[in-house]
């Protein structure tokens, strides 16, 4: 059992948890996710991972309603426990494999939209740790669904926030920031953007057009987390990818942004699901590719 040590509301449908899980913090790594358990008979939930401390043996992790299991999620308060807590999974962040000396050289923009401010913030932390101070735009569709900001704000070289009605910050969506500063006269060497698809997929459209190199997290498409069950197949350079043990991240300038929205749609239905199967053969699945998946 994975003992919550402490369960907060940030917004009105994303909440944050701290949980005692010290193999998990011991050799996890930005831009990696777990995967949870409420109990022995509940769903599996990929998310993403939020923070970690190492010394304390705990992980942060963030999430939003949207479907029966997170709600449940949601009622859970500290000294509660999760069953399994299971990580870290997927490939960590590209910066932690890189020489510093070189990374110390770039210039870097985060895009963050949503509740994708979660897994933003411990790339820019480790960042910031590194001596790397790096410019961080947070967007949201209201000033109440803004989160993470005095976080984010003490780890980012400069942090420009967005909101889509102006209620808080600049006004319009996050693409308006970086098309913005650019005209300013700010220069990037890569942008990493997390955050519904639809935001990541104009992000990208605008970035490769100001020839800046783009990564993306395809963790929204996530349902199992292990490349079995066919949720997260998406094509990035014309090769078949699985999100959750391919990436979460990849090139988003390569990334089959309208498919893999298409995917998510169908994927909701038992008969989408059945589809896709049929449509996809042995590439369905990012496993053995013959296992039955969801059935």
């Not at 990929?46 to 449940?72: A, N, W």
């Amino acid at each position: 059992m994975y003992k919550i040590l402490e369960a907060k509301e940030l917004t009105s449908n994303i909440y944050l948890m701290v949980v005692e899980a010290k193999r998990v913090a011991k050799a996890c790594y930005p831009g990696q996710f777990i995967i949870v358990r409420t109990d022995e008979n509940s769903e599996r939930i990929p998310l993403t991972i939020c923070d970690y401390d190492r010394k304390k043996g705990t992980v942060t992790i963030v999430f939003q309603i949207v479907g029966s299991g997170t709600e449940f999620m949601s009622h859970l308060k500290a000294g509660d426990a999760f069953h399994d807590f299971v990580g870290p999974l997927g490939c960590p962040s590209e910066f932690v494999k890189e020489d510093l000396a070189e990374l110390k050289k770039k210039n870097i923009l985060f895009v963050a939209g949503g509740v994708g401010t979660a897994p933003v913030y411990p790339q820019v932390k480790w960042l910031h740790e590194q001596g790397i101070n790096a410019d961080v735009i947070v967007g949201a569709k209201t000033k109440d669904l803004l989160i993470l900001e005095k976080e984010m704000e003490a780890v980012a070289g400069n942090l420009y926030v967005t909101t889509d009605d102006g209620s808080y910050g600049r006004s319009g969506m996050v693409t308006q920031t970086i098309t913005d500063l650019v005209n300013d006269g700010k220069t990037y060497d890569v942008c990493v953007a997390i955050g519904p698809m639809i935001m990541m997929k104009f992000v990208c459209k605008l970035t490769k057009e100001l020839n800046i190199p783009t990564i993306v997290s395809l963790n929204p498409i996530m349902v199992d987390g292990t490349g079995m069950c066919g949720a997260c197949r998406v094509t990035v350079g014309g090769e078949v990818k699985f999100a959750c043990v391919d990436g979460p991240e990849f090139d988003g300038h390569l990334v089959n942004f309208d498919e893999a929205m298409q995917r998510q749609q169908i994927y909701k239905t038992a008969e989408g699901r059945a589809y896709l199967k049929a449509k996809e053969g042995d590439t369905h699945h990012g496993g053995c590719g013959h296992c039955g998946g969801e059935e």
